[in-house]
């Protein structure tokens, strides 16, 4: 980190951090290699309280910005991309989505259930999980490692996901709908135990509708061809290794049963 940086970083951290201490708290700090989380607890509940900030370690962009009462996060978080620009703001006094990346309000169209029955209709908003650009993607990446039985296998492997996200931006009733390792499943599985964020719930005629999300996992050699498909507004997480490659593919759903992107 050049000294500008820390300079910056230093006059962000007292910024945000160093009232609360007049107040009983104490900041704490939370450093993986790609994340910095700074947050202040109250010393005698260890509830969080005061501002939250994620930055990434490498770019020193700042990713969220928050603040917590009583453990809730409270008024208007900040979601970003790349360059600490606007992805999607969130007011959680008003359980609203406040201001969205023009990529996700282009969505129009999503799978949700009406009338007991999942259909792919027109809709006023999608859901929208409440995390920075490429959140999802990266928890995923980091979580879903690639069985040595696939490598030494030489194969490529494609495995299908999904979640419903309900009224309240609730998961739940994951499936894996294609696979060919219960190893991967595994892995997936656990991936999504770790996400933190909430989602915001598709919106249709005006109302919150429950709604069901597909995550595509493309594990291959990376320098052979993909064998992803391509699902309407699918989250595609690609993981690669070296060697040469032998493709194996096993459907397991009916490819009617899933939207298909031109």
């Known amino acids: 980190m050049s000294t500008a940086q820390k300079i910056i970083l230093s006059s962000l951290i007292a910024f945000f ?13 939370i450093s993986t290699e ?17 501002a939250y900030l994620k930055i990434d370690r490498n770019t020193k ?14 008024g208007i978080w900040k979601y970003n991309r790349r360059g600490a620009q606007p992805w999607i703001a969130y ?3 008003k359980n609203k989505i406040t201001q969205i990346s023009e990529q996700i309000s282009k969505i129009d169209s999503f799978m949700i259930k009406k009338d007991d029955v999942f259909v792919f209709e027109k809709v006023d908003a ?6 920075f650009k490429d959140e999802l993607k990266k928890t995923f990446e980091m979580n879903v490692k690639i069985p040595v039985t696939i490598i030494t296998g030489q194969l490529s492997v494609v495995s299908i996901a999904s979640f419903t996200v309900d009224k309240n931006g609730k998961t ?7 696979t060919l390792s219960d190893e991967v499943d595994s892995n997936i599985r656990n991936a999504l135990k770790k996400l933190e964020g909430e989602w915001s719930p598709a919106i249709y005629n005006g109302q919150p509708a429950e709604s069901i999300v597909f995550v595509v996992f493309e594990i291959k050699n990376k320098e052979a061809p993909s064998v992803m498909p391509k699902i309407a507004n699918a989250i595609e997480v690609r993981l690669n290794y070296f060697g040469v490659t032998r ?3 096993k459907t397991v759903v009916s490819v009617s049963e899933i939207p298909r992107r031109e």
């Open 17 to 29: 951090f160093l009232p609360s201490f007049a107040q009983e708290m104490k900041t704490k700090k």
């Open 34 to 50: 790609k994340y910095l989380e700074l947050f202040t607890v109250d010393k005698d509940s260890k509830l969080k309280n005061g």
């Open 61 to 74: 962009d700042t990713l969220i910005s928050g603040e917590y009462r009583n453990d809730l996060k409270i």
């Open 91 to 93: 007011d959680y006094d």
């Open 126 to 131: 999608p859901p929208v999980y409440l995390g």
């Open 172 to 178: 739940k009733d994951l499936e894996i709908a294609q």
């Open 247 to 249: 493709i194996v593919t």
